[in-house]
């Protein structure tokens, strides 16, 4: 370095994460660990995923420092995401489980099957609760994932999710027909259709909570629960053992994603 003078200051990192899910893409700018200008977009409609993965960028504030990152079940999505941003974009696509670490240690029998989109929403709420904590993420299933307090992810359980249930009903059986979930007024269904709602609703909610208590009677502890996923709106008034509801977790932990992997090849 040149003697008097000062280090070029490269200003501050814009990171866009990008939760590429069964049903939808989910997009945002990630800054100290909360999102913003958030897009979700249908997985299987490449303009609309290209098109908000461009208007995300363009509010990022430093292009010269900019990093995509990914989570992704979806390996098309995640390969035709590649393709655009390293061949039009001239830059690296960063996925999670890949080039990118995962963002907190997985204690399970096979590490690499766990969905990394399940690690990410446990590291984001670890690290806002700092305590052990169950994550429900509903969405097209539900997954409940466990985290202790030194930040480990232990597994969790998975099962269908309020439309994948309802779907399942209708293709299943002669007579019931495919119903859109929603919270009904009632546990007692005055129509078919009430009545799936009902069993669908009210049947994940009591599913949620036995296998949450479960968990804190093999603990011996109540875990902090947090819930997010594009279903958890109609669940939320039913969840009343919840501590929040926190619907972009996994952006969040995508993020975290990121700064593991400036850590560990700068060591900062």
């Known amino acids: 370095m040149i003697r008097g003078k000062k280090p070029i200051d490269p200003g501050p990192l814009s990171i866009v994460v990008i939760d590429a899910g069964n049903t939808k893409v989910a997009l945002a700018r990630w800054v100290e660990g909360d999102v913003f200008d ?21 509010h990022c504030e430093n292009a010269t420092r900019q990093a995509i990152v990914i989570a992704s079940v979806v390996p098309p ?26 963002p907190m240690e997985v204690s399970v029998r096979e590490p690499a099957a766990v969905g990394v989109d399940r690690v990410c929403s446990a590291a ?6 700092g305590h052990a ?16 307090d030194d930040g480990v992810f ?8 309020l439309k994948m249930q309802a779907q399942s009903l209708a293709d299943h059986t002669a007579g019931l027909p495919l119903v859109e979930p ?19 609703c ?3 909610v009591g599913a949620i909570r036995n296998i949450v208590e479960r968990v804190a009677t093999e603990d011996n502890a109540w875990p902090r629960v947090i819930v997010t996923g594009g279903g958890s709106d109609i669940l939320r008034d039913q969840l009343d053992f919840v501590d929040c509801l926190v619907p972009d977790l996994c952006l969040m932990g ?3 994603s990121y700064l593991k992997r400036i850590e560990e090849s700068y060591g900062a």
């Open 133 to 148: 904590c169950a994550v429900v993420d509903v969405g097209s299933a539900v997954t409940i994932d466990v985290v202790n």
């Open 182 to 200: 929603n919270a009904p007024a009632s546990a007692v269904g005055r129509d078919t259709a009430e009545a799936i709602r009902s069993g669908v």
């Open 154 to 161: 232990r597994g969790g359980a998975i099962f269908p999710g």
């Open 124 to 129: 984001a709420a670890y690290s806002r609760t």
């Open 77 to 102: 999505v995640t390969e035709m995401l590649r393709a655009y941003i390293e061949d039009k974009l001239n830059l690296r696509l960063f996925i999670v489980g890949e080039n990118t670490p995962l």
């Open 202 to 204: 009210f049947g994940l």
């Open 38 to 58: 958030v897009r979700r977009v249908p997985r299987t409609d490449t303009e609309a995923i290209i098109a908000a993965l461009e208007e995300v960028r363009s």
């Open 254 to 256: 995508i993020g975290l």
